[in-house]
């Protein structure tokens, strides 16, 4: 069945940049019936989706407005996993981030959770 | 971007009762783009049912999704233990393409 495992630090200082990995397993990072997504999810903002990966015969990236000029996905092939580098980080942006697989119609396929705190 | 609005903010039942959860968009939604998730503490969210009204894979029978253009209803018939959790809908759709309601908190009464 498909997983998709995270990984990154925890904790963040301001200004500097938060990244995170998704390894996915079951499926491909370029199969072009799917989107590799991160959302994350806090008290203040509830559950924010902040962009998507894909693959349409090239890679496309789409970005939430409110990060755009922050944010940066990278999928990799060789790792079949794909990352979220969030640059300037602010306690603003203390969450849970998630991975997810959107399939379909749905998000059908989470990762476990990262607990993100920014702080000095 | 589309505001999805539920309610009520707290639901509080007994075990055994039904559960109605309401979903309401700020603009038509596309039925085949209105899914449900549940989510339990410290866990991700779990895809309950997609496109209005298809069960995810796995999801019992006693949950059941409904509705059409800014309205849409999330029934769970008979309430057991487990069902007690957060319930969010999620619309896909214009941009941003994905968005998320608030939040149904079901809880024991």
């Known amino acids: 069945q498909v997983q998709l495992q995270q990984s990154g630090p925890g904790l963040v200082k301001p200004s500097q940049t938060l990244s995170l990995t998704c390894v996915i397993s079951?499926?491909?990072?370029?199969?072009?019936?799917?989107?590799w997504n991160w959302i994350r999810q806090s008290p203040s903002r509830g559950l924010e989706w902040l962009g998507r990966?894909?693959?349409?015969?090239?890679?496309?990236?789409d970005y939430a407005v409110s990060v755009k000029s922050r944010l940066t996905f990278n999928p990799d092939t060789s790792k079949n996993q794909f990352s979220l580098q969030l640059k300037s980080v602010t306690p603003d942006d203390a969450a849970v981030y998630y991975c997810?697989?959107?399939?379909?119609?749905?998000?059908?396929?989470w990762g476990q959770g990262t607990m993100v705190t920014v702080s000095s | 971007e589309i505001v999805l609005t539920q309610s009520p903010g707290t639901l509080s039942l007994s075990p055994g009762e039904r559960a109605t959860l309401s979903c309401r968009a700020s603009?038509?939604?596309?039925?085949?783009?209105l899914a449900w998730y549940q989510q339990k503490p410290g866990q991700a969210p779990r895809l309950l049912i997609y496109?209005?009204?298809n069960r995810a894979t796995g999801i019992p029978d006693r949950f059941s999704g409904s509705g059409s253009g800014t309205d849409f209803t999330l029934t769970i018939s008979r309430l057991e233990p487990e069902d007690f959790a957060v319930y969010y809908c999620?619309?896909?759709?214009?941009?941003?393409?994905?968005?998320f309601g608030q939040g149904t908190k079901l809880e024991i009464k």
């Open positions: 496109a209005t009204s």
């Open positions: 990966t894909y693959y349409r015969s090239k890679w496309y990236n």
């Open positions: 603009q038509s939604v596309s039925s085949s783009f």
């Open positions: 079951g499926d491909s990072v370029s199969s072009n019936s799917v989107a």
């Open positions: 999620q619309q896909y759709g214009s941009s941003p393409p994905y968005t």
């Open positions: 997810a697989r959107h399939y379909g119609a749905a998000f059908d396929i």
